[in-house]
Protein backbone atom coordinates (compact mmCIF):
# COMPACT_ATOMS: atom_id res chain seq x y z
CA UNK A 1 0.00 0.00 0.00
CA UNK A 2 2.69 2.46 1.02
CA UNK A 3 4.94 1.72 -2.01
CA UNK A 4 1.61 1.99 -4.61
CA UNK A 5 1.65 5.12 -3.24
CA UNK A 6 5.19 6.24 -3.37
CA UNK A 7 5.21 5.34 -6.93
CA UNK A 8 1.89 7.21 -7.86
CA UNK A 9 3.35 10.51 -6.61
CA UNK A 10 6.73 9.52 -8.88
CA UNK A 11 4.64 8.96 -11.51
CA UNK A 12 2.75 12.30 -11.81
CA UNK A 13 4.16 15.16 -13.17
CA UNK A 14 3.43 18.93 -12.61
CA UNK A 15 1.74 19.73 -15.70
CA UNK A 16 0.56 16.38 -17.05
CA UNK A 17 -2.40 16.70 -19.56
CA UNK A 18 -5.74 16.31 -18.44
CA UNK A 19 -8.70 15.19 -21.10
CA UNK A 20 -12.06 16.78 -21.29
CA UNK A 21 -13.72 13.95 -19.57
CA UNK A 22 -11.44 14.00 -16.63
CA UNK A 23 -12.13 18.00 -16.04
CA UNK A 24 -15.58 18.28 -16.20
CA UNK A 25 -18.58 16.37 -15.08
CA UNK A 26 -22.07 15.48 -15.50
CA UNK A 27 -22.57 16.89 -12.47
CA UNK A 28 -20.97 20.24 -13.54
CA UNK A 29 -23.13 20.41 -16.56
CA UNK A 30 -26.42 19.64 -16.07
CA UNK A 31 -27.49 22.57 -14.12
CA UNK A 32 -26.20 24.67 -16.80
CA UNK A 33 -27.91 22.69 -19.56
CA UNK A 34 -31.11 22.49 -17.79
CA UNK A 35 -32.44 25.93 -18.30
CA UNK A 36 -30.84 26.29 -22.38
CA UNK A 37 -33.17 23.07 -22.61
CA UNK A 38 -35.93 24.74 -20.86
CA UNK A 39 -35.76 27.53 -23.14
CA UNK A 40 -36.53 25.49 -25.80
CA UNK A 41 -33.50 23.92 -27.40
CA UNK A 42 -33.45 20.46 -28.68
CA UNK A 43 -30.39 19.04 -27.45
CA UNK A 44 -27.12 20.14 -26.16
CA UNK A 45 -24.05 17.77 -26.60
CA UNK A 46 -20.55 18.05 -25.41
CA UNK A 47 -17.80 16.24 -27.11
CA UNK A 48 -14.06 16.47 -27.31
CA UNK A 49 -11.84 17.86 -30.10
CA UNK A 50 -12.10 14.43 -32.35
CA UNK A 51 -15.96 14.91 -31.97
CA UNK A 52 -16.37 12.27 -29.74
CA UNK A 53 -19.34 12.85 -27.51
CA UNK A 54 -18.51 13.43 -24.13
CA UNK A 55 -22.55 14.02 -22.98
CA UNK A 56 -25.40 14.69 -24.40
CA UNK A 57 -28.78 15.57 -23.52
CA UNK A 58 -32.31 16.00 -25.34
CA UNK A 59 -33.55 14.45 -28.66
CA UNK A 60 -31.30 14.15 -31.49
CA UNK A 61 -31.95 16.37 -34.69
CA UNK A 62 -35.02 17.46 -35.50
CA UNK A 63 -36.51 18.11 -38.38
CA UNK A 64 -36.63 21.78 -38.89
CA UNK A 65 -33.98 22.60 -36.74
CA UNK A 66 -30.09 23.86 -36.77
CA UNK A 67 -27.22 22.87 -35.10
CA UNK A 68 -24.82 25.42 -33.53
CA UNK A 69 -21.47 24.24 -33.11
CA UNK A 70 -18.91 26.48 -30.85
CA UNK A 71 -15.22 25.39 -29.93
CA UNK A 72 -14.09 25.05 -26.68
CA UNK A 73 -10.57 26.87 -25.14
CA UNK A 74 -8.56 25.43 -22.59
CA UNK A 75 -5.12 26.88 -21.94
CA UNK A 76 -5.58 28.37 -25.52
CA UNK A 77 -5.83 24.95 -27.18
CA UNK A 78 -9.29 23.76 -28.82
CA UNK A 79 -9.96 20.56 -26.25
CA UNK A 80 -13.67 20.21 -26.97
CA UNK A 81 -16.92 21.59 -28.73
CA UNK A 82 -20.48 22.70 -27.92
CA UNK A 83 -23.67 21.49 -29.82
CA UNK A 84 -27.04 23.00 -29.52
CA UNK A 85 -29.79 22.13 -32.10
CA UNK A 86 -32.44 24.37 -32.35
CA UNK A 87 -35.60 24.68 -33.93
CA UNK A 88 -34.99 27.38 -37.39
CA UNK A 89 -37.20 29.64 -35.63
CA UNK A 90 -35.71 30.04 -32.40
CA UNK A 91 -31.70 30.50 -33.86
CA UNK A 92 -30.80 33.82 -32.80
CA UNK A 93 -32.19 33.71 -28.97
CA UNK A 94 -30.49 30.07 -28.58
CA UNK A 95 -27.38 31.22 -30.09
CA UNK A 96 -27.41 34.10 -27.31
CA UNK A 97 -28.57 31.25 -24.46
CA UNK A 98 -25.56 28.41 -26.24
CA UNK A 99 -22.55 31.62 -25.85
CA UNK A 100 -23.77 32.16 -21.98
CA UNK A 101 -23.72 28.32 -21.46
CA UNK A 102 -20.47 27.89 -23.53
CA UNK A 103 -19.20 30.91 -21.25
CA UNK A 104 -20.27 29.08 -18.03
CA UNK A 105 -18.56 26.00 -19.45
CA UNK A 106 -15.15 27.31 -19.74
CA UNK A 107 -15.37 29.04 -16.23
CA UNK A 108 -15.97 25.68 -14.45
CA UNK A 109 -13.44 23.60 -16.99
CA UNK A 110 -10.73 26.88 -15.29
CA UNK A 111 -11.45 26.65 -11.63
CA UNK A 112 -12.26 22.41 -11.97
CA UNK A 113 -8.72 22.56 -13.67
CA UNK A 114 -7.11 24.63 -10.93
CA UNK A 115 -8.26 22.56 -8.35
CA UNK A 116 -7.38 19.54 -9.38
CA UNK A 117 -3.77 20.72 -10.36
CA UNK A 118 -4.05 22.65 -6.68
CA UNK A 119 -5.21 19.24 -4.54
CA UNK A 120 -2.15 17.22 -7.58
CA UNK A 121 0.37 19.22 -6.43
CA UNK A 122 -0.31 19.65 -2.90
CA UNK A 123 -0.78 15.72 -2.81
CA UNK A 124 2.48 15.61 -4.67
CA UNK A 125 4.33 17.85 -1.99
CA UNK A 126 3.14 16.03 0.59
CA UNK A 127 3.92 12.84 -0.18
CA UNK A 128 6.94 13.68 -1.70
CA UNK A 129 7.61 15.47 1.72
CA UNK A 130 6.20 11.78 3.73
CA UNK A 131 8.98 9.96 2.11
CA UNK A 132 11.57 12.35 2.76
CA UNK A 133 10.57 11.28 6.82
CA UNK A 134 10.45 7.87 6.49
CA UNK A 135 13.59 8.14 4.56
CA UNK A 136 14.76 10.23 7.45
CA UNK A 137 13.24 7.88 10.22
CA UNK A 138 14.77 4.79 8.30
CA UNK A 139 18.23 6.82 9.08
CA UNK A 140 17.34 7.30 12.44
CA UNK A 141 16.73 3.72 13.35
CA UNK A 142 19.76 2.48 11.54
CA UNK A 143 21.64 4.83 13.59
CA UNK A 144 19.78 4.12 16.97
CA UNK A 145 20.26 0.44 16.17
CA UNK A 146 23.84 0.94 15.78
CA UNK A 147 24.29 2.70 18.61
CA UNK A 148 22.11 0.68 21.21
CA UNK A 149 24.73 -2.46 19.63
CA UNK A 150 27.49 -0.36 20.63
CA UNK A 151 26.17 -0.40 23.96
CA UNK A 152 25.19 -3.92 24.66
CA UNK A 153 28.50 -4.75 22.84
CA UNK A 154 30.70 -2.39 24.73
CA UNK A 155 31.77 -4.61 27.91
CA UNK A 156 32.70 -7.56 25.53
CA UNK A 157 34.55 -5.54 22.65
CA UNK A 158 36.42 -3.62 26.03
CA UNK A 159 37.00 -7.72 27.71
CA UNK A 160 38.70 -7.97 23.35
CA UNK A 161 40.12 -5.16 23.46
CA UNK A 162 41.51 -5.78 27.31
CA UNK A 163 42.99 -9.49 25.61
CA UNK A 164 44.68 -8.07 22.92
CA UNK A 165 46.40 -5.31 24.57
CA UNK A 166 47.37 -8.12 27.37
CA UNK A 167 49.01 -10.16 24.64
CA UNK A 168 50.39 -7.60 23.00
CA UNK A 169 52.35 -6.75 25.88
CA UNK A 170 53.15 -10.08 27.40
CA UNK A 171 54.89 -11.12 23.68
CA UNK A 172 56.58 -7.50 24.42
CA UNK A 173 57.68 -8.92 27.77
CA UNK A 174 58.97 -12.06 26.11
CA UNK A 175 61.10 -10.47 23.81
CA UNK A 176 62.68 -7.75 25.70
CA UNK A 177 63.07 -10.92 28.16
CA UNK A 178 64.81 -12.59 25.52
CA UNK A 179 66.60 -9.73 24.52
CA UNK A 180 68.10 -9.00 27.51
CA UNK A 181 68.90 -12.22 28.12
CA UNK A 182 71.20 -11.89 24.72
CA UNK A 183 72.52 -8.58 26.17
CA UNK A 184 74.00 -10.64 28.93
CA UNK A 185 75.35 -13.29 27.03
CA UNK A 186 77.09 -11.05 24.80
CA UNK A 187 78.43 -9.38 28.05
CA UNK A 188 79.24 -12.29 29.65
CA UNK A 189 81.16 -13.66 26.56
CA UNK A 190 82.74 -10.63 26.18
CA UNK A 191 84.11 -10.58 29.38
CA UNK A 192 85.58 -14.34 29.73
CA UNK A 193 86.65 -14.02 26.30
CA UNK A 194 89.67 -11.53 27.10
CA UNK A 195 91.04 -13.83 30.29
CA UNK A 196 90.59 -16.63 28.19
CA UNK A 197 92.63 -15.44 25.22
CA UNK A 198 95.71 -15.25 27.86
CA UNK A 199 94.92 -18.44 29.52
CA UNK A 200 95.02 -20.47 25.98
CA UNK A 201 97.80 -18.55 25.17
CA UNK A 202 100.20 -19.26 28.49
CA UNK A 203 98.41 -22.38 28.16
CA UNK A 204 100.20 -23.05 25.08
CA UNK A 205 103.59 -21.04 26.63
CA UNK A 206 103.19 -23.66 28.69
CA UNK A 207 103.54 -26.53 26.82
CA UNK A 208 106.23 -25.33 25.00
CA UNK A 209 108.08 -24.89 28.61
CA UNK A 210 107.05 -28.51 29.83
CA UNK A 211 108.47 -29.36 26.94
CA UNK A 212 111.53 -27.99 27.91
CA UNK A 213 111.30 -29.11 31.37
CA UNK A 214 111.38 -32.89 30.37
CA UNK A 215 114.18 -32.46 27.85
CA UNK A 216 116.47 -30.65 30.74
CA UNK A 217 115.48 -33.64 32.95
CA UNK A 218 116.14 -36.29 30.11
CA UNK A 219 119.24 -34.77 29.47
CA UNK A 220 120.26 -34.63 33.46
CA UNK A 221 119.45 -38.48 33.44
CA UNK A 222 121.43 -39.59 30.59
CA UNK A 223 124.47 -37.72 31.48
CA UNK A 224 124.42 -38.83 35.09
CA UNK A 225 123.87 -42.67 33.82
CA UNK A 226 127.42 -42.34 32.72
CA UNK A 227 129.08 -41.02 36.27
CA UNK A 228 130.26 -44.72 37.02
CA UNK A 229 132.88 -43.19 39.57
CA UNK A 230 129.79 -41.61 41.49
CA UNK A 231 127.45 -44.75 42.14
CA UNK A 232 125.80 -42.94 45.10
CA UNK A 233 125.01 -39.87 43.67
CA UNK A 234 123.53 -41.90 40.91
CA UNK A 235 121.43 -43.89 43.51
CA UNK A 236 120.24 -41.37 45.25
CA UNK A 237 119.11 -39.71 41.76
CA UNK A 238 117.08 -42.98 40.95
CA UNK A 239 115.41 -42.99 43.87
CA UNK A 240 114.42 -39.45 43.91
CA UNK A 241 113.26 -40.26 40.22
CA UNK A 242 110.95 -42.79 40.95
CA UNK A 243 109.43 -40.97 44.76
CA UNK A 244 108.60 -37.83 42.89
CA UNK A 245 106.94 -40.27 39.85
CA UNK A 246 108.49 -38.10 37.31
CA UNK A 247 107.86 -40.96 34.72
CA UNK A 248 104.58 -40.88 34.93
CA UNK A 249 104.10 -36.66 35.66
CA UNK A 250 106.30 -36.17 32.44
CA UNK A 251 103.56 -37.91 30.08
CA UNK A 252 101.01 -36.41 32.56
CA UNK A 253 102.19 -32.58 32.11
CA UNK A 254 101.77 -32.62 28.60
CA UNK A 255 98.38 -34.48 28.75
CA UNK A 256 96.91 -32.28 31.07
CA UNK A 257 98.40 -28.65 29.31
CA UNK A 258 96.48 -30.18 26.24
CA UNK A 259 93.73 -31.29 27.84
CA UNK A 260 93.49 -27.84 29.32
CA UNK A 261 93.86 -26.03 26.14
CA UNK A 262 91.23 -28.28 24.85
CA UNK A 263 88.90 -27.12 27.54
CA UNK A 264 89.87 -23.61 26.64
CA UNK A 265 88.87 -23.93 22.84
CA UNK A 266 85.70 -25.73 24.18
CA UNK A 267 85.15 -22.43 26.32
CA UNK A 268 85.97 -20.57 23.42
CA UNK A 269 83.43 -21.90 21.11
CA UNK A 270 80.62 -21.75 23.40
CA UNK A 271 81.48 -18.44 23.89
CA UNK A 272 81.23 -17.72 20.67
CA UNK A 273 77.70 -19.57 20.07
CA UNK A 274 76.58 -17.41 22.88
CA UNK A 275 77.57 -14.23 21.21
CA UNK A 276 76.31 -15.42 17.52
CA UNK A 277 73.15 -16.65 19.36
CA UNK A 278 72.37 -13.37 21.09
CA UNK A 279 73.19 -11.62 17.81
CA UNK A 280 73.02 -8.59 20.18
CA UNK A 281 75.20 -6.25 17.46
CA UNK A 282 72.37 -7.12 14.71
CA UNK A 283 70.00 -4.20 13.88
CA UNK A 284 69.30 -5.49 10.19
CA UNK A 285 68.50 -8.25 8.87
CA UNK A 286 70.92 -10.51 6.78
CA UNK A 287 71.47 -13.56 5.13
CA UNK A 288 71.95 -16.20 7.43
CA UNK A 289 72.25 -20.33 7.49
CA UNK A 290 69.56 -21.55 9.31
CA UNK A 291 71.75 -24.90 9.47
CA UNK A 292 74.55 -23.17 11.46
CA UNK A 293 71.31 -21.03 13.25
CA UNK A 294 69.93 -24.25 14.75
CA UNK A 295 73.39 -25.57 15.66
CA UNK A 296 73.85 -22.36 17.57
CA UNK A 297 70.58 -22.73 19.38
CA UNK A 298 71.65 -26.13 20.59
CA UNK A 299 75.22 -25.80 21.67
CA UNK A 300 73.55 -22.50 23.62
CA UNK A 301 70.83 -25.62 25.19
CA UNK A 302 73.71 -27.79 25.56
CA UNK A 303 73.12 -28.01 29.46
CA UNK A 304 69.70 -28.72 28.88
CA UNK A 305 70.29 -31.30 26.83
CA UNK A 306 70.45 -34.71 29.04
CA UNK A 307 73.13 -38.01 28.02
CA UNK A 308 70.72 -39.69 27.03
CA UNK A 309 68.99 -37.34 24.82
CA UNK A 310 69.42 -38.34 21.00
CA UNK A 311 69.69 -35.26 18.41
CA UNK A 312 69.65 -35.91 14.91
CA UNK A 313 70.72 -33.62 12.37
CA UNK A 314 69.40 -34.17 9.14
CA UNK A 315 70.82 -31.26 7.24
CA UNK A 316 70.60 -30.19 3.44
CA UNK A 317 72.37 -27.14 2.31
CA UNK A 318 70.09 -24.10 2.66
CA UNK A 319 70.47 -21.19 0.71
CA UNK A 320 70.68 -17.68 2.47
CA UNK A 321 67.51 -16.57 4.16
CA UNK A 322 67.50 -13.07 4.47
CA UNK A 323 66.18 -12.84 8.69
CA UNK A 324 67.34 -11.53 11.80
CA UNK A 325 68.73 -14.72 12.91
CA UNK A 326 67.95 -13.97 16.62
CA UNK A 327 64.10 -14.31 15.90
CA UNK A 328 64.60 -17.05 14.30
CA UNK A 329 67.05 -18.91 17.22
CA UNK A 330 64.48 -17.81 19.03
CA UNK A 331 61.81 -19.83 17.46
CA UNK A 332 64.38 -22.95 17.17
CA UNK A 333 64.83 -22.37 21.12
CA UNK A 334 61.75 -22.37 21.60
CA UNK A 335 60.63 -25.79 19.62
CA UNK A 336 63.66 -27.25 21.33
CA UNK A 337 63.09 -26.65 24.48
CA UNK A 338 59.27 -27.41 24.45
CA UNK A 339 60.81 -31.02 23.51
CA UNK A 340 62.86 -31.25 26.22
CA UNK A 341 60.87 -29.97 28.87
CA UNK A 342 58.14 -32.17 28.19
CA UNK A 343 60.18 -35.57 27.46
CA UNK A 344 62.92 -35.58 29.73
CA UNK A 345 63.91 -39.20 29.61
CA UNK A 346 65.29 -40.59 26.47
CA UNK A 347 64.22 -38.13 24.08
CA UNK A 348 64.91 -38.13 20.40
CA UNK A 349 64.75 -35.33 18.64
CA UNK A 350 65.23 -35.27 14.80
CA UNK A 351 65.45 -32.20 13.04
CA UNK A 352 65.69 -32.29 9.43
CA UNK A 353 65.98 -29.17 6.80
CA UNK A 354 65.66 -29.11 3.60
CA UNK A 355 65.02 -26.46 0.54
CA UNK A 356 62.92 -26.67 -2.62
CA UNK A 357 64.29 -23.20 -4.02
CA UNK A 358 61.26 -21.20 -3.19
CA UNK A 359 60.38 -22.43 -0.05
CA UNK A 360 62.68 -23.63 3.08
CA UNK A 361 61.53 -26.41 5.40
CA UNK A 362 62.68 -27.57 8.53
CA UNK A 363 60.87 -30.22 11.00
CA UNK A 364 61.26 -30.92 14.48
CA UNK A 365 59.91 -34.41 15.13
CA UNK A 366 60.07 -35.45 18.49
CA UNK A 367 59.32 -39.55 20.18
CA UNK A 368 57.48 -37.22 23.11
CA UNK A 369 53.97 -38.22 24.15
CA UNK A 370 52.67 -36.00 21.06
CA UNK A 371 49.74 -33.21 21.96
CA UNK A 372 46.14 -34.54 22.22
CA UNK A 373 43.63 -34.09 19.18
CA UNK A 374 41.62 -31.53 20.85
CA UNK A 375 43.95 -28.92 22.39
CA UNK A 376 46.17 -29.09 19.38
CA UNK A 377 44.77 -25.95 17.58
CA UNK A 378 45.19 -23.86 20.72
CA UNK A 379 48.67 -24.85 21.36
CA UNK A 380 49.86 -21.70 19.56
CA UNK A 381 47.46 -19.54 21.40
CA UNK A 382 49.05 -17.00 23.68
CA UNK A 383 49.07 -18.08 27.61
CA UNK A 384 47.89 -21.64 26.52
CA UNK A 385 50.26 -24.14 28.43
CA UNK A 386 49.82 -27.85 29.65
CA UNK A 387 52.70 -27.35 32.31
CA UNK A 388 52.24 -26.92 35.30
CA UNK A 389 51.14 -22.91 36.60
CA UNK A 390 54.33 -21.00 37.00
CA UNK A 391 56.61 -23.14 34.95
CA UNK A 392 55.61 -21.90 31.57
CA UNK A 393 54.41 -18.75 30.65
CA UNK A 394 52.59 -20.00 27.73
CA UNK A 395 54.13 -18.07 25.35
CA UNK A 396 57.15 -19.83 23.56
CA UNK A 397 54.96 -21.35 20.78
CA UNK A 398 53.01 -17.91 20.01
CA UNK A 399 56.07 -16.09 19.50
CA UNK A 400 57.18 -18.33 17.54
CA UNK A 401 54.16 -18.66 15.29
CA UNK A 402 54.36 -14.39 14.94
CA UNK A 403 57.41 -14.61 14.19
CA UNK A 404 57.13 -17.07 11.22
CA UNK A 405 54.38 -15.52 10.16
CA UNK A 406 55.95 -12.08 10.12
CA UNK A 407 58.78 -13.75 7.89
CA UNK A 408 55.60 -14.88 5.75
CA UNK A 409 55.73 -18.50 6.94
CA UNK A 410 53.63 -21.59 8.74
CA UNK A 411 53.98 -23.40 11.29
CA UNK A 412 51.80 -26.40 11.67
CA UNK A 413 52.51 -29.41 14.10
CA UNK A 414 51.29 -32.88 13.59
CA UNK A 415 51.04 -36.22 15.52
CA UNK A 416 51.42 -38.95 13.82
CA UNK A 417 49.76 -42.29 14.90
CA UNK A 418 53.06 -43.77 16.55
CA UNK A 419 53.30 -41.03 19.18
CA UNK A 420 55.35 -37.70 18.98
CA UNK A 421 54.84 -34.42 17.97
CA UNK A 422 56.39 -33.14 14.35
CA UNK A 423 56.34 -28.64 14.17
CA UNK A 424 57.12 -28.00 10.53
CA UNK A 425 57.90 -24.68 9.63
CA UNK A 426 57.51 -23.23 5.96
CA UNK A 427 59.69 -20.23 5.16
CA UNK A 428 59.17 -18.50 1.67
CA UNK A 429 63.08 -17.69 0.38
CA UNK A 430 61.65 -14.72 -1.67
CA UNK A 431 59.12 -12.16 0.05
CA UNK A 432 57.31 -9.79 -0.81
CA UNK A 433 58.47 -7.18 1.55
CA UNK B 1 9.40 17.74 -21.54
CA UNK B 2 5.38 16.80 -19.91
CA UNK B 3 4.83 14.42 -22.67
CA UNK B 4 5.55 13.94 -26.28
CA UNK B 5 2.92 11.88 -28.23
CA UNK B 6 3.83 10.61 -31.65
CA UNK B 7 0.48 8.90 -32.43
CA UNK B 8 -1.65 11.76 -31.01
CA UNK B 9 1.27 14.45 -32.75
CA UNK B 10 1.28 16.23 -29.41
CA UNK B 11 4.07 17.69 -27.37
CA UNK B 12 4.06 19.42 -24.43
CA UNK B 13 6.69 21.22 -22.87
CA UNK B 14 7.62 22.80 -19.46
CA UNK B 15 9.63 25.85 -18.87
CA UNK B 16 10.03 27.06 -15.58
CA UNK B 17 10.71 30.58 -13.62
CA UNK B 18 13.00 30.22 -10.81
CA UNK B 19 14.20 32.59 -8.37
CA UNK B 20 14.35 33.74 -5.10
CA UNK B 21 11.17 35.19 -2.98
CA UNK B 22 10.00 38.48 -4.07
CA UNK B 23 12.35 38.63 -7.42
CA UNK B 24 9.66 38.94 -10.02
CA UNK B 25 8.67 35.87 -11.24
CA UNK B 26 4.77 36.45 -10.80
CA UNK B 27 5.00 39.62 -12.58
CA UNK B 28 7.14 38.43 -15.46
CA UNK B 29 4.19 36.27 -16.53
CA UNK B 30 1.54 38.68 -15.71
CA UNK B 31 3.50 40.83 -18.31
CA UNK B 32 3.79 37.86 -20.82
CA UNK B 33 0.05 37.43 -20.44
CA UNK B 34 -0.55 41.49 -20.81
CA UNK B 35 1.90 41.93 -23.44
CA UNK B 36 1.65 38.76 -25.85
CA UNK B 37 -1.55 38.08 -28.24
CA UNK B 38 -4.60 36.37 -27.43
CA UNK B 39 -3.91 33.65 -30.09
CA UNK B 40 -2.04 30.53 -28.62
CA UNK B 41 -1.73 31.77 -25.52
CA UNK B 42 -4.37 30.19 -22.84
CA UNK B 43 -5.19 32.30 -19.44
CA UNK B 44 -2.73 32.51 -16.74
CA UNK B 45 -3.50 30.78 -13.78
CA UNK B 46 -2.65 31.82 -10.79
CA UNK B 47 -2.78 28.71 -8.08
CA UNK B 48 -3.58 29.43 -4.66
CA UNK B 49 -1.71 32.60 -3.59
CA UNK B 50 -1.72 34.15 -0.21
CA UNK B 51 -0.80 37.79 0.29
CA UNK B 52 0.63 37.99 -3.32
CA UNK B 53 3.24 35.79 -2.54
CA UNK B 54 3.10 32.29 -4.59
CA UNK B 55 2.41 29.57 -2.70
CA UNK B 56 1.88 26.74 -5.16
CA UNK B 57 2.89 27.98 -8.75
CA UNK B 58 1.73 30.50 -11.44
CA UNK B 59 0.73 28.51 -14.93
CA UNK B 60 0.71 30.66 -18.53
CA UNK B 61 -0.01 27.76 -20.93
CA UNK B 62 0.72 28.27 -24.54
CA UNK B 63 -0.42 26.53 -27.73
CA UNK B 64 0.85 26.43 -30.99
CA UNK B 65 0.71 23.82 -34.46
CA UNK B 66 3.29 23.37 -36.59
CA UNK B 67 2.83 23.00 -40.35
CA UNK B 68 2.99 19.57 -40.27
CA UNK B 69 0.19 19.13 -37.78
CA UNK B 70 2.04 18.44 -34.18
CA UNK B 71 0.51 20.15 -31.87
CA UNK B 72 2.94 21.94 -29.08
CA UNK B 73 1.86 23.05 -25.65
CA UNK B 74 4.04 25.16 -23.53
CA UNK B 75 3.77 25.29 -20.21
CA UNK B 76 5.35 28.16 -18.20
CA UNK B 77 5.80 27.77 -14.91
CA UNK B 78 6.90 29.84 -11.75
CA UNK B 79 7.70 28.42 -8.41
CA UNK B 80 7.22 29.45 -4.96
CA UNK B 81 10.75 31.43 -4.15
CA UNK B 82 10.51 30.55 -0.41
CA UNK B 83 12.74 28.84 1.42
CA UNK B 84 10.37 26.58 2.91
CA UNK B 85 8.48 25.41 -0.03
CA UNK B 86 11.37 23.43 -1.33
CA UNK B 87 9.27 20.24 -2.53
CA UNK B 88 6.80 22.49 -4.38
CA UNK B 89 10.25 23.73 -6.50
CA UNK B 90 10.95 20.17 -6.80
CA UNK B 91 7.82 18.99 -7.82
CA UNK B 92 7.67 21.96 -10.60
CA UNK B 93 10.83 21.48 -11.78
CA UNK B 94 10.33 17.62 -12.83
CA UNK B 95 10.75 17.10 -16.17
CA UNK B 96 11.66 20.65 -17.26
CA UNK B 97 12.52 22.27 -20.82
CA UNK B 98 14.47 25.20 -19.76
CA UNK B 99 14.91 27.32 -16.72
CA UNK B 100 14.42 31.23 -16.50
CA UNK B 101 16.29 31.83 -13.23
CA UNK B 102 14.74 35.24 -12.35
CA UNK B 103 17.55 37.45 -9.89
CA UNK B 104 16.53 40.44 -8.04
CA UNK B 105 19.44 43.16 -8.63
CA UNK B 106 19.52 44.74 -5.39
CA UNK B 107 22.25 45.11 -3.63
CA UNK B 108 20.56 43.77 -0.61
CA UNK B 109 19.59 40.51 -2.57
CA UNK B 110 22.88 39.30 -3.44
CA UNK B 111 23.14 36.76 -1.18
CA UNK B 112 19.37 35.58 -1.63
CA UNK B 113 19.92 34.88 -5.55
CA UNK B 114 23.35 32.98 -4.72
CA UNK B 115 21.56 30.49 -2.45
CA UNK B 116 18.26 30.39 -4.74
CA UNK B 117 20.73 29.68 -7.76
CA UNK B 118 22.18 26.70 -5.41
CA UNK B 119 19.08 25.49 -4.57
CA UNK B 120 17.78 25.17 -8.10
CA UNK B 121 21.39 23.13 -9.26
CA UNK B 122 20.28 21.08 -6.05
CA UNK B 123 16.99 20.25 -7.11
CA UNK B 124 18.06 19.92 -11.13
CA UNK B 125 19.85 17.33 -9.71
CA UNK B 126 17.33 16.23 -7.46
CA UNK B 127 14.52 15.40 -10.85
CA UNK B 128 17.22 14.02 -12.55
CA UNK B 129 18.04 17.09 -14.84
CA UNK B 130 21.40 18.32 -15.58
CA UNK B 131 22.61 21.84 -14.74
CA UNK B 132 24.96 22.19 -17.06
CA UNK B 133 22.88 21.26 -19.84
CA UNK B 134 19.42 22.40 -19.64
CA UNK B 135 18.53 25.56 -21.31
CA UNK B 136 19.15 28.27 -18.79
CA UNK B 137 18.48 32.10 -18.99
CA UNK B 138 19.25 34.63 -16.54
CA UNK B 139 17.34 37.36 -15.99
CA UNK B 140 18.62 40.61 -13.97
CA UNK B 141 15.16 42.39 -12.47
CA UNK B 142 14.48 45.77 -11.15
CA UNK B 143 16.79 47.64 -12.91
CA UNK B 144 14.54 50.38 -12.59
CA UNK B 145 15.26 50.47 -8.49
CA UNK B 146 18.47 52.58 -6.79
CA UNK B 147 21.25 50.26 -5.16
CA UNK B 148 21.36 47.81 -7.84
CA UNK B 149 24.36 45.81 -9.07
CA UNK B 150 26.52 47.25 -11.95
CA UNK B 151 25.56 45.81 -15.36
CA UNK B 152 28.91 45.83 -16.19
CA UNK B 153 29.85 44.34 -13.21
CA UNK B 154 26.60 41.27 -13.73
CA UNK B 155 27.95 40.41 -17.14
CA UNK B 156 31.95 40.45 -16.11
CA UNK B 157 30.75 37.79 -13.46
CA UNK B 158 28.83 35.89 -15.74
CA UNK B 159 30.00 36.42 -19.05
CA UNK B 160 32.37 32.88 -18.53
CA UNK B 161 29.30 30.63 -18.24
CA UNK B 162 27.94 31.12 -21.32
CA UNK B 163 24.14 31.56 -19.62
CA UNK B 164 22.71 34.30 -21.78
CA UNK B 165 22.21 37.08 -19.20
CA UNK B 166 19.03 39.40 -19.68
CA UNK B 167 18.25 43.03 -17.83
CA UNK B 168 14.78 43.76 -17.14
CA UNK B 169 12.40 45.97 -15.11
CA UNK B 170 9.41 43.61 -15.29
CA UNK B 171 6.86 46.01 -13.44
CA UNK B 172 7.05 47.86 -16.80
CA UNK B 173 7.41 45.03 -18.77
CA UNK B 174 11.05 45.60 -19.82
CA UNK B 175 13.20 42.93 -21.00
CA UNK B 176 10.18 40.43 -20.46
CA UNK B 177 9.48 39.11 -23.90
CA UNK B 178 13.53 39.27 -24.63
CA UNK B 179 13.97 37.03 -21.66
CA UNK B 180 11.25 34.77 -22.68
CA UNK B 181 11.74 34.69 -26.39
CA UNK B 182 15.80 33.56 -25.11
CA UNK B 183 14.90 30.49 -23.10
CA UNK B 184 12.53 29.63 -25.81
CA UNK B 185 14.85 29.87 -28.12
CA UNK B 186 17.53 27.73 -26.74
CA UNK B 187 14.71 25.68 -25.51
CA UNK B 188 13.88 25.18 -29.68
CA UNK B 189 17.49 24.34 -30.77
CA UNK B 190 17.25 21.35 -28.15
CA UNK B 191 14.63 20.14 -29.08
CA UNK B 192 15.38 20.51 -32.59
CA UNK B 193 18.12 18.56 -32.00
CA UNK B 194 16.23 15.62 -31.04
CA UNK B 195 12.88 15.84 -32.34
CA UNK B 196 13.53 18.07 -36.01
CA UNK B 197 11.11 20.36 -35.58
CA UNK B 198 12.47 22.04 -38.89
CA UNK B 199 13.18 19.29 -41.20
CA UNK B 200 9.81 17.17 -40.29
CA UNK B 201 7.74 19.07 -39.02
CA UNK B 202 8.71 21.81 -40.72
CA UNK B 203 8.29 25.03 -38.08
CA UNK B 204 11.84 27.18 -38.06
CA UNK B 205 13.09 28.43 -35.02
CA UNK B 206 12.41 31.87 -35.97
CA UNK B 207 8.72 30.61 -37.19
CA UNK B 208 8.04 29.15 -33.76
CA UNK B 209 9.10 31.94 -31.50
CA UNK B 210 6.68 34.56 -33.96
CA UNK B 211 4.05 32.29 -32.59
CA UNK B 212 5.04 32.19 -29.33
CA UNK B 213 6.02 36.16 -28.63
CA UNK B 214 3.77 37.85 -31.05
CA UNK B 215 2.66 40.98 -29.13
CA UNK B 216 -0.80 42.26 -28.82
CA UNK B 217 0.31 45.41 -31.00
CA UNK B 218 1.41 43.15 -34.38
Known amino acids: ?433 | MIEYDEFDKRMVLKLVYYGPALSGKTTNLLQLHDLLAREGRGDLMVLDTADDRTLFFDLLPFFLVAPSGLKIKIKVYTVPGQVRHDATRKAVLQRADGVAFIADSQLTQSCNNVESFENLEKNLAFVGLDAGTIPLVIQFNKRDLPDILPEAEIRQTWSPTGIPIRMASALNGIGVIDTFATLAGIAYDHLDLRYRLNVDHGLDRSEFLRKLTASTED
Open chain 1, 1 to 433: MQDKDVKRSADYVVGQEKRLAEIITQMDILPLVKPVLQAGADSVRITDERENTIWSSGAGAVEDSIEISMPLYLEGEVVGLLHVTAPFTQESRLRRLAELLLESLRIILVNNLKMMLTSEVHTTVISQSYDELLEINRRLSVSERRYRDLAENLEIKVAERTEELKRAHSRLLQQEKMASIGQLAAGVAHEINNPLGFISSNLQTMGKYVARFIAMLEFYRTALADRVDNVELVESARRKWQELKIDMVRIDAVDLVSQSLEGAERVKKIVSNLKGFSHVEDVEQFPADLNSEIDKTLTVLSHEISDDTEIIRNYEPLPDFLCNPALLCQVFLNLILNALQLHKKGLRLEITTLSDGKNILLTFADNGPGIPENIRNRVFEPFYTTKDVGSGTGMGLTVAYDIVTGYGGTIDVNCPEGGGSTFSIVLPIIRGK
